[in-house]
């Protein structure tokens, strides 16, 4: 079992900045991958970044460039640097973890408004 918790969301001007963090806790040695994804209203969930055990990182085509994914292996805790926030950014980010199966977080709501 593996256990997933996000912090960081709130509300944001447009051009402005947050760090999202995922702390994991539980069976920590069993995961492989770890990622960020997001929902908008009414969207499909989506792929923002995802990091591996080994340390590959890859981002979705739309996100490169405005979100940096890391990790801190002392805490178990792997961080989503959003820079330059768009409305269109608005959405629940959800941290996701792979363990044999996958393990998703509650979510945190990133509301990017002036």
């Known amino acids: 079992q593996v256990q997933l918790v996000e912090s960081g969301g709130g509300l944001v001007q447009p051009g402005g900045s947050l760090r999202l963090s995922c702390a994991a806790s539980?069976?920590?040695?069993?995961?492989?991958?770890m990622g960020w994804y997001r929902q908008a209203p009414g969207k499909q969930r989506e792929l923002v970044a995802s990091?591996?055990?080994?340390?590959?990182?890859d981002y979705s085509d739309a996100m490169k460039g405005r979100f940096t994914i890391s990790r801190d292996n002392a805490k178990n805790t792997v961080y989503l640097q959003v820079n330059s926030l768009k409305p269109e950014d608005t959405a629940v980010y959800y941290c996701r973890a792979i363990a044999t199966i996958p393990y998703w977080g509650q979510g945190t709501q990133v509301t990017v408004s002036s």
């Open positions: 539980g069976n920590i040695a069993s995961i492989t991958h």
């Open positions: 990091i591996t055990k080994s340390g590959r990182i």
